[in-house]
């Protein structure tokens, strides 16, 4: 059974720095892409960043609010994706989901809240 486990969430001051890790567990094979959403309170689920496997170099896409200011990262070897998260702002408040794509499947972790506040 595949499992996602998301660390790194908490509570940090405009412009502070917060780093994300998701870790994948289980029978993870062919991974095609990995990526982060979020989801704030009465909002939808949005696609935060996302990088996909190329044959000779990886694809990464960023939401407009955030290109700049967050980069994503991954390792296959221990199905890790990290979001590093810099110059936040209240609107980055969110609970914030890893994404996995892979041999056809879909796994999602559970999230981690990420509070931006004074």
Same mark, same amino acid.
């Given at each position: 059974q595949v499992q996602l486990a998301e660390s790194g969430g908490g509570l940090v001051q405009p412009g502070g720095s917060l780093r994300l890790s998701c870790? #994948?567990? #289980?029978? =993870? +094979?062919? /991974?095609y892409a990995m @990526?982060? $959403? *979020?989801?704030?309170?009465? +909002?939808?689920?949005?696609?935060?960043? *996302? =990088? =996909?496997? #190329? /044959? %000779? *170099? +990886?694809? %990464? $896409? $960023? @939401?407009g609010s955030v290109k700049g *200011?967050? %980069? =994503?990262s991954k390792d296959d070897v221990k199905n890790t994706v990290v979001l590093q998260m810099n110059s936040l702002k209240p609107e980055d408040t969110a609970v914030y989901l890893c994404n996995i794509v892979a041999s056809g499947s879909v796994y999602w972790g559970q999230g981690t809240q990420v %509070?931006?506040?004074s």
């Open positions: 870790e #994948g567990s #289980g029978s =993870i +094979n062919n /991974i @990526a982060w $959403y *979020r989801q704030a309170p009465g +909002n939808q689920r949005e696609l935060v960043a *996302r =990088i =996909i496997d #190329g /044959i %000779t *170099r +990886n694809s %990464t $896409y $960023y @939401a *200011r967050f %980069t =994503i %509070t931006v506040s």
